[in-house]
Every structure is written in C-alpha cells, then in structure tokens.
C-alpha cells in the first residue's frame, strides 16, 4: 500500500498526475463533489446561523467509502483539489467527509499539470483556506436561498415548473432589454456615395475606391450631388501619410476564451470549457478557470525563446499585462500552454484547434508591435466644394500579426486595403459613382460570447459561473440559441456611368441571425414579474455587488453570516408580500375580433406555455385554444396568424388505409399517421401542404436509415411499427416497446427478425419472475440487476437482508413496501464540477 495518498477531483487530471510521482504515491479522483446541499427542502436552517444541510450523492457512496479506506491506511492525504474556490470547497468537503486527520492532511495547488509543479506543490504544501471555502459556501447558500424561496412564487403566478436565480435571473433581463431594443427600432435610410477610379501606372492596373465623407438623408439630395458630378473633373487634392502600430491582445482569460473561440472556431461557451478542461487535465495548458492576464517570468523566458527560434529578434517584445477585470478572484496565471515549444498537439480535433488558439494568442502577446502606414487621398471636383475620401493602410513590418489577429464581434467591419501610388494634382478618370441607400442598424442581439462579455464587464458572475448560467437559461426554455433566415428588403441604387444617371432597385436578405440568443415568451414574462415584483434581485449593481462580498469573504474581509442575513431577511420579507398580492402576468394581448364567431381573440401565456384564445371562461361556449409556433411570439403575432392557428390539425388524405393528418406539436408541424410522426421541412407550409406532399415525407423517412414508422409486419393480429426513441430505434406492439440491437438495421429488418426480438424479451421478462400473487397482479417479486425486489405496479421495493424471495406472501411483500417507501429516483451527476 502507498504511503500517501492524492485526491483530485477528475480521472483524467488523476492519470496525468500519477505519472509525474513515484511508487509511494496513489493518486485517486473524487469524480468532482462529493457531497451538496440536500435536494430535499430547503437545505438551509435559516434561523441557526444559515447552517447549511449536505448530504453525499448517491453515486458517490461507493467512492466516498473506497477513499475511506485508502485514506487510513496511506501515511499522508494530499488534497490537490483545483486551486479555485470551488475546487477548496471539494477539499473541505473530502476533509470532513472522510473524517481526515489534521496532522496526516496537506493541501497542494497548482496551476499547471507538469512534473515541476506536482513536484513543487508536493515541496510547499498548506492547509485548507476556510475563506475560499466560506465563499463559495456563502454562493452556494445564498443561490438555493433565492432559487428555493423565489420558484415556487413563479408556479404560483405564472405556471408550474418555473426556476428563478440570482444570475440566470439578471443574463435573462439583458437578453430581454436587447430584445425589446430590437423591435422597438425605428429604421431610417440615407444613402452612401462611393466612386470607382480606375489608375494604371508601370503596366499594373488597380481601382482607387472613394467615399464621400457624409450621408445623404433622401434618394432627392443623392441625385442631385450625382448630377452636380456630371461632366466634372476629379483630381488628388491631398495626400497625408501618417505611421502607426497595432498592439496584441493579452493571453486568455476564461471570458476572453469563449469569446475568440466563438468567434473563430464556432464554440459554444460550454463547449469552450469542456475542451479547455480537457486540455488542462491531460497537462497542456494552465488552469482554465482565470480572469488574470498576467504570466510567470518562467513562461515569459519561454514564450521569448520561441519567438526568437521561429521567427527571429526582431519579433520580440516582453510584455507584463496587469488583470483589470471588476474584483478579479485570484492571482492566477492567464491560460496559455505548459510549453511554450510545444506549437502544435495531436488528438481530438476541437483540442488541437482550441489549443492552437491558446498557443497563438500567448506566443503573439510576447511579440513586437505591428507597424503600420495609414494614407488618406483627399479627392477634388471641379466646379463643386463636395470632395471625396480614399483610406487605406499598408503594413510595414508585420510584428505579432504574423502569428495571430484577434476576432471582432462587429458584423460590418470593412477591412482597409492598400491604395495605389499617389501624386497631389493628378487627374483621376471616373469609372463610376453609385448612391446606395443604406439602412441603420438595430444593435445586434446576443451570442453567448457577447452576452459573457457583457456580464464581466457589469461584474455579474465569475470565470466558473459563466458556462453554466448560459446552459441554465437555455435548459429553463428562457432562452433558445438558434439561427434566423431573415426577410427580402429592397434597396435603391443610383449609378453615375459615362455621364448617364441609372436608377436600381435591388434586393438584400436582412435581418439573419447566426447562433443568437432570443428570449422567450415565458422567459420575458418571468422577467417582466421579477423585475416589478423583486427589483433589487434583478438589479444589475446590486447582483455585481454580492459578487464583491463574496471577493470580501474570500479575503477575510466579512463574516459570511452577516452578509446571509443582511439579504435573506428583507428578500424573505418580499417573497411573501408577492406570494400573497403580487398580479398573476400572463403577457395578454387582445388581437381583434374573430370575423366568424365575432368572439375575442387574445394572446397569453397559459399553463403549457404561449397561446391563443378565442373567446372568454364566462360565456356559455367553451373558449378555444391553440399553441404558438415555435417561431411565434406573444408580443409580434397578429390576428391572421392566430387565427390560421386554428385551422389545424387538418386531414389531407389517406395512405396505407391510415388518415394523414397535419398539426403542429412542441417540435414544430408533423404529418401524424398510423400513430407515428413525422417532421415537416422548413420549406412546408402545414396550412397548405397536400396529401402527395404528406405521403413524400413518410417515404423519405422510411427509407432513411432509421426506418421511423414502418409497418414491418403483424404478429398476434396487431402491428409491429418501427420507432426511434431516447435509447436508440424499437418496435411498438400492442402498447409496448421492444429495442433492436446493435446489430439489427432499422430499414432492413425483416417481420421474421421483429417477432424473433419480441418473444426474446417476453421470455426474459418471464425468467426475471421468481413468485406471482394470483390473487394480485400487481405484485410481483423479481430478479434484478442488483438482486431480487419487490414490484408494486410501477414501484420497486427492496428486499432485506436475510429474507428468502421464494417464501415471502402477498402479506410480507406489502409491510415491507410499508415500512421502505419506494426509493427516489437515481441522480444522475456529472463527472467533474
């Protein structure tokens, strides 16, 4: 047995560390928490100092007892838990857990995965910091606080299932504001004048394009300076040179990260952190979870060395960047790779890219400015006062941008490029002048890398928070992330050539949308309601705020009591005045009047999400309803397309004996027939597709290789149809389910195969019964994956020890399902935090 033991909290982390040291050391991975705030209740004792109740998961029983064991029998326990506060909160957390021995436990940090410094965390080890600990615990508590006491006011008012957070809550409200900021802009065009002048000089031919500085407001005014152009002259005016540099960007924080890697590689921002976690453990680049810029003298040698090896002298320039992030965490390092001269990786595509991201932007941030030459052309018409401006800019000495440029979140940045040689007086000759009308610009909706942008600049949220308020938000169906196609608009153009004026009109698709994020119905009228009814909570500065008493409580500087109990009280306070008078919102709209029933027609958010209603509870008539559309909005829709609403489902026609019918469901419309269902394309229209149509769908369905909805035969008079579920493709017969195997192909299985997969399983499902009460078919004892239990309908009840299955009466089997309640469903936890 080794004599020490090293917990880390991940399987990989724990492979590369067990490298790195010796024969006396076993290193073992706690699987992340092992232990949280007990699901059941409130978990926390509000009126004993806010003592918080943990319990240990399910699935970490049996790791919690291995460790155990390891733990008393090893010399020293080292806790190399992550160096943030989350990872000291699963250090404590083990410590007590465990029943560790003070004297026998060292706390090792380190910010990379390398022998140097498992082998220098080993040589310096600590004690468990209670401040970082107490932080994250005061997080911790206060979250469950908000979310266990504001949620059930959210089922109350507004519809069951609801979740609110103190920083899900506040992303949603910037996610809404720049929503409504969208649809409330007023659109106004001007137009913009560019002249094309064609210059040959030494047989080498290129366009001089100029700009006249200001906008036109009207198509009028756009004319008129085209036709003041007519017939003029246009010379070089000015010419002014001015030099100029660009500077790299610092290394990457985790917000950065996700940033560029949206940008440039098409990563969400949990995808970002799931890679960069990966890379981390397996010992290629620093800790992930950082909102310092700053990095070792050790990896600035590094970082200079390389330069000078690939590139040469003059492409170096040290720099030291200080974080200035609102109530920076830690004084980690920035992320950047273990080794420097490690240019490229090997393995899993979205590692090697992210990495080669990573490498890029450390190597470039130790290296020389860019220099640049900007020119600006001042242009002169003969006769007029107007002139035109030609920019553009050459690179002189390319510096760190032979290695990386950073990405922009504008989606209209026009690249410079490089004028043609130039002479002040020279003729110019036009080939061209067009007027164009533009139109302003909404401000541009959200990607999740905007959105955590905007939270670190308001100081919401941490480096470990991000990721998963985004997830949280979009899980609660307050958000979705998805693309938009946008609408025709047309657009005029006015083109002066050879003295003639034309006049266009052309087209242009605005208004698409590539992975943004769009509030929702329900995620707006939740907001709507937490903003009039709990202000204080949804409040920008007072949510950064609590994230500088949690930066207090890590260093010491406050008691994470006191700060508990200065927000529970009056926000309880609050909760309950809402719960009793707080108005139930529901978004309604009235639309108009159906023309047939004269009935009202309005839009609300109702039990089962947004809907249209005509008619109202009081009358005699039952009032009818109908579901949006996915792409529908409570705030946009009008009363045409209610009503079109209620012209399904509909039925077009029969196939194979079976009515087609098309409706629209919580996926979007579907052509349902035989009980099975099948998506419409983007292209379809359910209001107007056929029965052809309809029949088309179903046969480019079956004939794919999933086989969804095929009839493969009868077997006992009934059908045996061909499905796909959550755990892969089935055969439905009579009401049950019935998996295929891993070898069975959906679109070729035959009936003789189908019947072959149904008695199988019924012969199994006999062979698992070991007694059955005539008396009563609901009871049942069975024999397990994990032993025999007792089957009461749908709940299963374990056995004791001792008791012998065979012998055990109906009478048994039913004070055993008495005294043990049916257990609770399995909790499934991610590995890791």
């Known amino acids: 047995m080794a004599k020490n033991l090293v917990i880390v909290e991940s399987p990989a982390k724990a492979k590369t560390i067990e490298g790195f040291l010796g024969n006396e050391f076993e290193v073992k991975s706690s699987f992340g928490h092992v232990r949280d705030l007990a699901l059941k209740g409130l978990a926390v004792d509000t009126e004993n100092h806010y003592k918080p109740n943990y319990e240990i998961s399910e699935d970490k029983i049996k790791i919690i007892n291995e460790l155990k064991k390891l733990s008393k029998q090893a010399e020293t326990t080292w806790l190399a838990t992550d160096e943030d506060r989350e990872g000291e909160a699963i250090s404590w957390h083990l410590f007590d857990t465990l029943g560790l021995d003070e004297k026998k436990t060292k706390r090792i940090v380190f910010h990379e995965i390398t022998k140097s410094a498992i082998q220098k965390a080993i040589a310096n ?233 990573i490498w890029k932007r450390t190597i470039a941030s130790q290296m020389s400015d860019a220099i640049i030459e900007r020119t600006i052309a001042t242009i002169a018409i003969s006769g007029i006062q107007d002139t035109l401006i030609a920019a553009g800019e050459v690179i002189k000495f390319d510096g760190f941008l032979k290695v990386y440029m950073e990405g922009s979140d504008e989606e209209d940045e026009e690249q410079k490029g490089m004028l043609p040689p130039l002479t002040i007086g020279e003729k110019l000759l036009l080939k061209e002048m067009t007027a164009t009308e533009r139109f302003t610009q ?208 509909r039925t077009v026609g029969e196939y194979e004996g079976k009515e087609l019918v098309i409706g629209v469901g919580r996926f979007g419309p579907f052509v349902k027939h035989n009980e099975a269902y099948y998506s419409l394309k983007k292209e379809d229209d359910p209001l107007t597709i056929d029965a052809e149509r309809a029949i088309q769908l179903i046969e480019e369905k079956r004939t794919g290789q999933d086989g969804q909805g095929r009839v493969v035969g009868q077997y006992e008079g009934k059908d045996m149809t061909l499905g796909k579920g959550r755990f892969g493709p089935y055969i439905k017969h009579d009401g049950a389910y019935y998996s295929l195997k891993k070898d069975d192909n959906p679109s070729t299985l035959s009936e003789e195969r189908a019947i072959q997969l149904i008695e199988e399983k019924k012969l199994a499902d006999k062979e698992k019964v070991i007694k059955e009460f005539p008396k009563d078919k609901n009871v049942k004892i069975l024999n397990g994956r994990y032993g025999p239990y007792i089957a009461i309908g749908k709940a299963n009840h374990k056995i004791p020890k001792g008791a012998d299955p065979a012998g055990l009466t109906l009478e048994d089997c039913l004070k055993i399902a008495a005294e043990s309640p049916a257990p609770a469903k399995k909790k499934f936890v991610k590995k890791g935090k």
């Open 125 to 357: 080890p600590r004690g468990i910091n209670y401040q970082l600990v107490e932080a994250q615990q005061a997080r911790r508590i206060l979250d469950r606080l908000v979310g266990f006491e504001l949620s059930p006011v959210l089922w109350k008012k507004i519809k069951p299932s609801l979740s609110a957070g103190r920083v899900q809550s506040v992303a949603v409200r910037l996610l809404v504001e720049r929503e409504r900021e969208v649809t409330g802009f007023k659109t106004i065009s001007s137009y913009k004048i560019v002249a094309l002048f064609p210059i040959e000089k030494g047989g080498v031919s290129a366009i001089l394009k100029a700009e006249h500085p200001n906008r036109f407001k009207t198509k009028q005014d756009a004319e008129k300076f085209l036709v003041s152009c007519v017939g003029k002259e246009f010379s070089i005016k000015d010419l002014e040179t001015k030099p100029g540099k660009k500077s790299p960007s610092p290394p990457f924080t985790t917000s950065t990260l996700q940033q560029e890697a949206s940008r440039k590689l098409g990563f969400s921002v949990l995808q970002t952190m799931t890679v960069a976690q990966h890379l981390y453990e397996a010992g290629k680049i620093t800790y992930m979870r950082t909102d310092s810029v700053n990095l070792s003298e050790t990896a600035i040698d590094a970082a200079k060395d390389e330069i000078i090896k690939s590139f040469g002298d003059e492409y170096v320039k040290t720099r030291r960047y200080e974080t200035k992030t609102k109530g920076a965490q830690e004084a980690h390092e920035a992320i950047r790779p273990t080794y420097m001269s490690k240019q490229k990786i090997s393995g899993d595509k979205n590692e090697v890219r992210l990495y080669d991201l």
């Open 442 to 649: 909404h401000p541009p909706r959200y990607t999740e890398a905007s959105l955590v942008k905007k939270l670190e600049e308001l100081g919401i949220g941490r480096p470990s928070t991000y990721a998963p308020t985004i997830s949280t938000i979009q899980k609660r169906g307050y958000v979705v992330k998805e693309d938009r196609p946008g609408a025709p608009r047309n657009y005029n153009v006015l083109t002066l050539s050879n003295n003639k004026i034309k006049d266009d009109v052309k087209t242009e698709q605005v208004g698409v949308e590539k992975a943004k994020l769009f509030p929702t119905d329900i995620g707006m009228v939740v907001n709507d309601f937490l903003i009039t009814n709990f202000h204080s909570i949804m409040d920008y500065n007072f949510t950064a705020d609590v994230e500088k008493e949690f930066d207090e409580i890590a260093h010491g500087q406050m008691n994470w009591e006191k700060m508990i109990d200065g927000f529970y009280k009056p926000f309880h306070k609050t909760v309950e005045k809402a719960s009793e008078s707080a108005e139930r919102p529901s978004g309604e709209r009235v639309l108009g009047v159906d023309p047939v029933s004269g009935k009202k027609v309005h839009v609300r958010i109702g039990r089962f999400g947004p809907m249209v209603q005509v008619g109202d509870s009081e009358g005699e008539e039952k009032p009818k309803y109908s579901s949006l559309k996915k792409e529908q909005r409570i705030d946009t829709i009008t009363l045409e397309q209610a009503l079109d609403l209620f012209k399904l489902p």
